[in-house]
């Protein structure tokens, strides 16, 4: 049984950083291309981030509303895939996901299943 758990949300003041960090159980995490998704109450979900398999050299993918300022990498010794957010706004407040997708699909705007949602990290931006 797959269960993916993210990590490292919290409370941060505008311009400032966090990292999360997406582990998995039941799932090789190097071996799926894997996306940050986020949604914010009364909006929804957005796809943020994305770094495909280590068979497809881990090509990242980005949305416009975090490209230069989040950071998505992989940790294939410790089965982990993270996110390092700077420069945080009070829009990039939400709950944070991490799941299983196709990222050439989804960034170019196919449907494409996404699989394994973890429960989520909540992030809130103060001003």
């Known amino acids: 049984q797959v269960q993916m758990v993210e990590s490292g949300g919290g409370l941060v003041q505008a311009g400032g950083s966090l990292r999360l960090s997406c582990t998995a159980s039941?799932?090789?995490?190097?071996?799926?291309?894997i996306g940050w998704f986020r949604q914010a109450p009364g909006r929804e979900r957005e796809g943020i981030s994305c770094?495909?398999?280590?068979?497809?050299?881990?090509?990242?993918y980005y949305s416009n509303s975090v490209k230069g300022r989040f950071t998505i990498s992989r940790d294939s010794a410790r089965n982990t895939l993270d996110l390092q957010m700077d420069s945080l706004k009070p829009d990039d407040t939400a709950t944070y996901f991490c799941?299983?997708?196709?990222?050439?699909?989804?960034?170019?705007?196919?449907?494409?299943?996404?699989?394994?949602w973890g429960v989520g990290t909540q992030v809130t931006v103060a001003t």
């Open positions: 770094i495909s398999s280590r068979d497809s050299d881990g090509e990242t």
């Open positions: 799941a299983a997708v196709n990222c050439w699909y989804y960034y170019n705007g196919y449907d494409t299943p996404i699989a394994y």
């Open positions: 039941g799932l090789n995490l190097s071996d799926y291309a």
